[in-house]
C-alpha cells in the first residue's frame, strides 16, 4: 500500500492545546514525507525532511512566511540519515542528524562537524550552550 504522507502545520493560543490548519505545507508526487526540520534563518524558513527510501538525501524547501514551502535541491551527505533537529548558534546553522553534525551558513555548502552514534536529536540553544537528547539504546 502506497503511504501518503504531507507535512502540515497548527496553530495555538497558549501553546498547549493546538489546531491542525487546513492545507499541505509541502506534499511530494511521488512518494511519503515526513520527519521534518525546520528553522527560521537570514529572512527565510528552511526545511529539511529525510528521504527514508535513500538513506543520505533529504528533502529541501524553503518558505517567506513558514506556510507555503517551495521544494529546492536535494541534500546528499554519505554516512548518516537526515533524520535530527538543527539549530542556528552565532550565525551558522547546525544540524543534528543521525550519524552525523553538519554546519552551513548557506545551505548549499555543508561541512562535517562530526560522525557520531547519535539518532533523531532534539537541540536547544540555551544559555550560549547547545543542548541535545538523543534517541538511545
Known sequence: PKRDFSLSSAISDDGLHFRLEDGDRLKLEDGPINDCAVIFFNGLWHLISPDHSNIGVAYYATSQDGLFFERQDNLFFDGGAWLGNMVENEGTVYFF?????????????????????????????????????????
Open 97 to 137: 542528524g543521525t550519524g552525523f553534525t553538519l554546519k552551513t551558513t548557506d545551505f548549499s555548502h555543508w561541512q562535517l562537524v562530526d560522525r557520531n552514534r547519535f539518532a533523531d536529536a532534539g537541540v536547544a540553544v540555551f544559555d550560549g550552550q547547545i543542548h541535545m537528547l538523543s534517541v538511545g539504546r
